[in-house]
């Protein structure tokens, strides 16, 4: 196996990237439809949306399965892996939503278009705060990694003094 992959306590972190990525592209898309009138966008942004709702859905499956087995303290757990859980379910719920109703009236919805860009916008607000909080579970408390010993307690919301930035 690939050295880096080894140290990884699930396969979490490397399932995520995609719906980050293909939700962002699919957002992007479709609101440079909307501006620019342009069918080929939308096109693209429906495909976007496809494949960030199936990785997204992996990325569910394997955040459920790392939760009970990440090796992080109660509080860490509490303060960071609850709301990143909350925030990325509220995500998944509004995805399932868009990406129905972009399939039922594929590729880009005409009736209640601002309401369809307006929910899409929601959801990736939601998953950036919600991965922020997957990212501090992993930069500041080591979680998923081998890097230094568990538990690390909670220290607050760390600002980039105390991070070391
Ligand atoms: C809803 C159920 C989810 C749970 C219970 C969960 C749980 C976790 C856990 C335990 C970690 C710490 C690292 C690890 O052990 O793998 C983590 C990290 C992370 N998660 Fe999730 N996760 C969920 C969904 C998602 C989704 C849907 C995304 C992306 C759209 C996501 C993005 C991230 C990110 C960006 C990190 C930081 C990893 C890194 O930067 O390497 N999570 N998550």
């Given at each position: 196996m690939l050295t880096g992959a080894?140290?990884?306590?699930?396969?979490h972190p490397l399932v995520i990237h995609f719906p980050i990525a293909f939700l962002m592209g699919a957002a992007l898309f479709y609101f440079a439809a909307w501006v620019f009138k342009k069918d080929d966008f939308a096109k693209t942004g429906f495909r976007a949306l496809l494949l960030g709702a199936l990785s997204l859905a992996a990325a569910v499956g394997t955040g459920l399965y790392a939760e009970d087995g990440v090796m992080v303290a109660l509080d860490v757990r509490q303060k960071l892996l609850l709301p990143h859980k909350q925030f990325m379910i509220a995500t998944a719920v509004l995805c399932a939503f868009v990406t129905l109703w972009a399939l039922v009236r594929r590729p880009?919805?005409?009736?209640?278009r601002i309401l369809f860009l307006a929910l899409l916008l929601l959801m990736v607000i939601t998953m950036v705060i919600g991965a922020d909080f997957g990212g501090q579970l992993v930069?500041?408390?080591?979680?998923?990694?081998?890097a230094c010993p568990q538990p690390v307690h909670f220290k607050g919301r760390l600002g980039p003094r105390q991070r070391g930035g």
């Open positions: 080894q140290h990884l306590q699930n396969i880009f919805p005409k009736k209640g930069y500041d408390y080591n979680a998923g990694g081998n």
